[in-house]
């Protein structure tokens, strides 16, 4: 049969009738489907319905989710409706690029870090560090002990298990022989419960970049919005639950929580970087923060700020050495500036938007870059145009 003898669905109608609804089909040539005629729902119990029909070798598929109701159809042409393709030759050709591609896959590996339960900790994290604001039952200061005792126990199996796999994952690329580390769990163990011991200094410093990040924006209504709202504030919290976990020598989790971080909000700050307190990002969006920075307590960084490496055509030779800025208390970057390599920012400095700095400014400076040009000339185009539409305005009100 050719597809060209069967035009295509003409009107894929729905009615509603007091509390049923009924679907009417309508083709340019009729076709009797005679297996479907109606079908109706329950206002009051929302549902999907998905159903093949088959007539002639023409093949109709439909899903129909309501309420609101809402309708999709799918037609196809085949001598058997229910066939699929050959993928055999397809698959065999991507199998022989994971095998030809070490770089790309991770086959027969037992131990490996796991993105989707890295989250799961810093969502778990989330509900700890700030509680109330993203738990789905109300908290009071009866039942909050019990909530914090599960919380807890739900990080510590999960975090274990992810250190865990994440020291084997190491052992195997650095020596091939992490299935047989007889360390490694006592290390997970040990590293698990010293992050969890952390949690009280994590939720002070976290504390601190709140009040500062209500302190420097006066759009913010009050501390509470800065918490739902800023994300600044959510790659700082991030960032202060990775960099406890790099300081404990765990591999790659760190690293995959603040990437996470940074697909979330923009903000991209290496794990190893470290941030002093009363910490704020205004905006946020576009900025940098390398692995070797160093920030001391009270700055203010602004959307687009690069504090980053002069030059990385050195590659893994630079790997350990200090390459990046360090940012003295109370230092304020406007935004777009970039600030490049093993360089100092000194206390109380103010770097103006939109500089590029490779070398030290002393304490108590403020850098910004000298006053332009600014052209404005006459736009003869568009001065026409703005009289034209005076003169159209003009005669429409006289009218």
Not at 110 to 125: C, D, K, Q, W
């Amino acid at each position: 049969m050719n597809w060209a003898q069967w035009p295509c669905l003409h009107e894929w109608k729905a009615g509603t009738t007091r509390k049923r609804t009924h679907l009417i089909l309508g083709f340019e040539q009729k076709l009797q489907i005679p297996a479907f005629q109606a079908f109706s729902y329950s206002e009051k119990r929302p549902a999907t319905m998905r159903a093949v029909f088959v007539t002639d070798n023409l093949r109709f598929s439909f899903s129909l989710d309501f309420p609101p109701l809402a309708t999709t159809m799918t037609a196809m042409l085949d001598g058997d409706a229910n066939s699929k393709p050959d993928f055999n030759q397809l698959v065999d050709q991507v199998v022989d690029s994971y095998l030809g591609d070490p770089l790309t896959q991770h086959l027969d590996s037992t131990f490996l870090p796991s993105r989707a339960r890295a989250i799961e900790i810093i969502e778990l994290m989330r509900r700890v560090v700030f509680p109330g604001f993203f738990d789905t039952q109300t908290l009071t200061t009866e039942n909050v002990r019990f909530h914090v005792g599960d919380l807890l126990n739900q990080v510590h199996d999960l975090l274990y298990e992810e250190v865990r796999h994440a020291l084997r994952y190491e052992q195997n690329r650095l020596h091939a022989n992490g299935d047989d580390c007889e360390d490694c769990d006592q290390q997970a163990a040990e590293a698990t419960l010293a992050f969890l011991e952390r949690i009280p200094e994590i939720r002070r410093m976290l504390s601190l970049d709140v009040q500062a990040s209500f302190d420097g924006d006066p759009a913010a209504a009050n501390t509470d919005e800065t918490v739902f709202c800023y994300p600044g504030i959510d790659a700082i919290f991030i960032h202060r639950v990775a960099h406890e976990l790099w300081e404990l020598n765990v591999p790659l989790v760190p690293r995959i929580m603040t990437e996470y971080a940074h697909n979330e909000t923009g903000i991209d700050i290496h794990p190893g970087a470290t941030l002093g307190e009363s910490f704020f990002i205004d905006h946020g969006t576009g900025v940098v923060i390398g692995e070797t920075v160093s920030i001391g307590a009270r700055v203010k960084l602004y959307q687009g700020v690069t504090l980053g490496a002069k030059s990385t055509r050195g590659g893994q030779s630079w790997k350990g050495m200090k390459r990046h800025p360090t940012i003295e208390d109370d230092v304020t970057i406007y935004g777009g500036a970039i600030i490049l390599g093993d360089i100092t920012i000194g206390r109380g400095s103010t770097i103006g938007g939109s500089v590029f700095v490779t070398e030290d400014v002393p304490p108590g400076h403020m850098v910004s870059m000298a006053k332009l040009e600014l052209h404005v000339r006459e736009d003869k185009r568009a001065q026409r145009l703005i009289r034209k539409q005076d003169e159209q305005r003009q005669a429409d009100q006289t009218t």
